[in-house]
């Protein structure tokens, strides 16, 4: 079974609800929920780079820094009626999602383009399904799917899918008790192999990362103590706290560790190149910094009232990404989006009247509207890149 550790993508209701492990006792990496309240506590903004003299505190939009930013609309519906939410985007037309079959008795993962839709696979709603961890290589996209079995306990499969072959394919369905953090690296493809981690069977927190050739064939697993995320390939990182033992940054390759310096007063999540910081003050959070994993570079982006919306830390080693809202409770499409740009030193609007924010493989995504009107937004943060 999948279990899904589940921060927000947003500053509003979790992408997906937090899971329990299969053996009916709860997910053991207890400074992993800290490290993620770092996600959705409320910090602000910091003082702009530079602003016009009319108007001193007003962000600058991207628009305005990089005048040809497209963003790009999406239809919140797929052409046959139901609302379709997108799961990642393959490039500036096509992206891969899910959406309920219009009777309401299948939930259906359709890869889309435009007006063109490609069913991939379709699983009942009677089972509570869940399709995540994707990822790919550009040749091979991978996913898992889980449904509940009717005995209450829940079964998950790894299924791949190539643009040059009519059908997908079982990988494999011995993934054991996968992880998922709600990251872009929940999976990874690396020469020619499918990664993810999962929860050790041990009485100590220990970690599996799992592995197997998409070609097909066998699972690999090798077992390390301790609480650990897959990041971008080579790299592992701590899925703890600094208040519940030390944060690492980890090469496989190079088979070294990075020790985070982390205060008693700090919570630290980490990517492979920054890691955020989330400063407590005595009557609550006090703001966010982001830093390299050895200390260097420190810097302040963040204090008051915006909520880092990605567990992923500094996109694409630049963009950290940021939503403020208008609403105390943070639920409404009032929030304002924004990334800190780290090569400019400066925070930037991206959108205004936003809801759900996501990311993956340095596409920006949103949705805007009521229940009634919603519709998607997407940004290609790569474009952005000088």
């Given at each position: 079974?999948?279990?899904?550790?589940?921060?927000?993508?947003?500053?509003?209701?979790?992408?997906?609800?937090?899971?329990?492990?299969?053996?009916?006792?709860?997910?053991?990496?207890?400074?992993?929920?800290?490290?993620?309240?770092?996600?959705?506590?409320?910090?602000?903004?910091?003082?702009?780079?530079?602003?016009?003299?009319?108007?001193?505190?007003?962000?600058?939009?991207?628009?305005?820094?990089?005048?040809?930013?497209?963003?790009?609309?999406?239809?919140?519906?797929?052409?046959?009626?139901?609302?379709?939410?997108?799961?990642?985007?393959?490039?500036?037309?096509?992206?891969?999602?899910?959406?309920?079959?219009?009777?309401?008795?299948?939930?259906?993962?359709?890869?889309?383009?435009?007006?063109?839709?490609?069913?991939?696979?379709?699983?009942?709603?009677?089972?509570?399904?869940?399709?995540?961890?994707?990822?790919?290589?550009?040749?091979?996209?991978?996913?898992?799917e889980s449904v509940a079995d009717t005995d209450g306990q829940g079964r998950t499969e790894l299924w791949t899918a190539r643009w040059d072959a009519p059908e997908?394919?079982?990988?494999?369905?011995?993934?054991?008790?996968?992880?998922?953090?709600?990251?872009?690296?929940?999976?990874?493809?690396?020469?020619?192999?499918?990664?993810?981690?999962?929860?050790?069977?041990?009485?100590?927190?220990?970690?599996?990362?799992?592995?197997?050739?998409?070609?097909?064939?066998?699972?690999?697993?090798?077992?390390?103590?301790?609480?650990?995320?897959?990041?971008?390939?080579?790299?592992?990182?701590?899925?703890?706290?600094?208040?519940?033992?030390?944060?690492?940054?980890?090469?496989?390759?190079?088979?070294?560790?990075?020790?985070?310096?982390?205060?008693?007063?700090?919570?630290?999540?980490?990517?492979?190149?920054?890691?955020?910081?989330?400063?407590?003050?005595?009557?609550?959070?006090?703001?966010?910094?982001?830093?390299?994993?050895?200390?260097?570079?420190?810097?302040?982006?963040?204090?008051?009232?915006?909520?880092?919306?990605?567990?992923?830390?500094?996109?694409?080693?630049?963009?950290?990404?940021?939503?403020?809202?208008?609403?105390?409770?943070?639920?409404?499409?009032?929030?304002?989006?924004?990334?800190?740009?780290?090569?400019?030193?400066?925070?930037?609007?991206?959108?205004?009247?936003?809801?759900?924010?996501?990311?993956?493989?340095?596409?920006?995504?949103?949705?805007?509207?009521?229940?009634?009107?919603?519709?998607?937004?997407?940004?290609?943060?790569?474009?952005?890149?000088?």
């Amino acid at each position: 079974m999948t279990v899904t550790v589940s921060p927000v993508e947003s500053t509003g209701a979790p992408a997906q609800p937090p899971g329990r492990h299969r053996r009916g006792r709860p997910w053991h990496l207890v400074g992993l929920a800290a490290a993620l309240a770092a996600t959705v506590l409320l910090v602000g903004l910091p003082p702009a780079g530079p602003t016009s003299s009319e108007q001193p505190d007003r962000l600058r939009t991207v628009a305005e820094v990089w005048p040809d930013a497209q963003i790009t609309d999406l239809p919140a519906n797929l052409p046959d009626g139901p609302a379709y939410s997108p799961m990642l985007f393959l490039d500036s037309t096509t992206s891969v999602g899910t959406s309920p079959s219009p009777d309401g008795t299948m939930l259906r993962l359709v890869q889309r383009s435009g007006d063109t839709v490609r069913e991939l696979r379709r699983l009942p709603l009677a089972a509570t399904p869940q399709f995540g961890g994707f990822t790919t290589n550009g040749a091979v996209l991978a996913w898992s799917e889980s449904v509940a079995d009717t005995d209450g306990q829940g079964r998950t499969e790894l299924w791949t899918a190539r643009w040059d072959a009519p059908e997908p394919r079982q990988l494999t369905a011995d993934t054991g008790d996968v992880v998922f953090f709600n990251s872009q690296y929940d999976m990874v493809i690396n020469d020619g192999n499918l990664y993810w981690v999962a929860v050790a069977p041990d009485p100590e927190p220990a970690t599996e990362l799992r592995s197997v050739p998409l070609a097909g064939g066998e699972v690999t697993v090798r077992t390390d103590p301790g609480a650990w995320a897959l990041s971008a390939w080579p790299k592992m990182v701590s899925a703890g706290s600094g208040e519940t033992g030390p944060i690492r940054v980890r090469d496989l390759a190079e088979r070294r560790y990075v020790d985070v310096p982390a205060g008693p007063t700090e919570l630290v999540t980490c990517g492979p190149s920054w890691c955020r910081v989330l400063v407590l003050a005595a009557d609550g959070p006090g703001r966010i910094d982001l830093m390299r994993p050895d200390g260097t570079d420190r810097r302040r982006v963040g204090d008051g009232t915006v909520t880092a919306s990605t567990i992923d830390v500094a996109v694409l080693d630049r963009f950290e990404v940021l939503s403020l809202s208008a609403e105390p409770n943070g639920f409404s499409n009032s929030q304002q989006l924004i990334i800190y740009d780290l090569q400019l030193d400066e925070a930037l609007v991206v959108a205004d009247g936003v809801g759900m924010v996501l990311c993956r493989g340095g596409t920006l995504w949103w949705s805007v509207g009521d229940n009634e009107t919603i519709s998607w937004q997407h940004l290609d943060l790569r474009t952005l890149l000088d």
